[in-house]
């Protein structure tokens, strides 16, 4: 009885330690060049419905299903979403917009697993007819899930995908 009591006391120390050391927040950024006035971009960008044309998401499930709230390219519009495995379900809310230079949002996830993230477009002016755009989000990790992050690289999981969707991004607008 005595060695059961030391064998769960050692597993709770060893996740304890584990939630000590791993990764409170995620952050994941890619940045492209477009050939094209900021202004121009950033009016494309700030439309969450447009993301159809070139999230690298929407590719995963042609077949996902999609509800819209409110007005798109202004704060409170909500663009939800029902898709297959490699795209869960979940909600993507503006919350903030400053004119030609960035569109926040707030992406809660429902499946695979809860989570809240915060996200962004941000447009900078090169030259007269050149943009970078950042994509990205950061979050919180949270308690458990703070210890799988020990074992698993937002960078690398979801960079791959931001880099796709701006590779497309750079193809749809350059063509209009």
């Known amino acids: 009885m005595i ?3 030391y064998i769960i006391a050692a597993i ?20 492209i060049t477009i050939n094209k006035p900021v202004s121009e971009v950033f009016e494309y960008l700030k439309y969450l419905k447009n993301q159809s044309e070139w999230s690298p998401w929407e590719a995963k499930d042609p077949d996902m299903q999609k509800e819209f709230v409110g007005t798109d ?15 869960g379900e979940g909600e993507q809310e503006i919350t903030h917009i ?10 809660r996830f429902i499946k695979p697993w809860k989570s809240v993230s ?11 007819n050149t943009t970078r755009v950042s994509w990205g989000f950061q979050g919180v990790n949270k308690f458990p899930m703070r210890i799988f992050m020990l074992f698993m690289n937002m960078d690398k999981a979801v960079g791959k995908d931001f880099e ?5 991004l750079k193809k749809v607008l350059e063509k209009k």
């Open 3 to 5: 060695i059961l009591i």
């Open 12 to 31: 709770v120390m060893l996740l304890l330690l584990l939630a000590v050391i791993s990764p409170k927040n995620y952050h994941v950024n890619r940045n």
């Open 73 to 87: 390219g202004m704060v409170g519009f909500v663009s939800r979403w029902k898709g297959n495995k490699d795209v």
């Open 98 to 107: 400053k004119e030609n230079d960035i569109v926040e949002t707030q992406l």
């Open 118 to 128: 915060d996200a962004y477009l941000k447009v900078t002016e090169i030259s007269d």
């Open 164 to 168: 796709e969707g701006l590779n497309q």
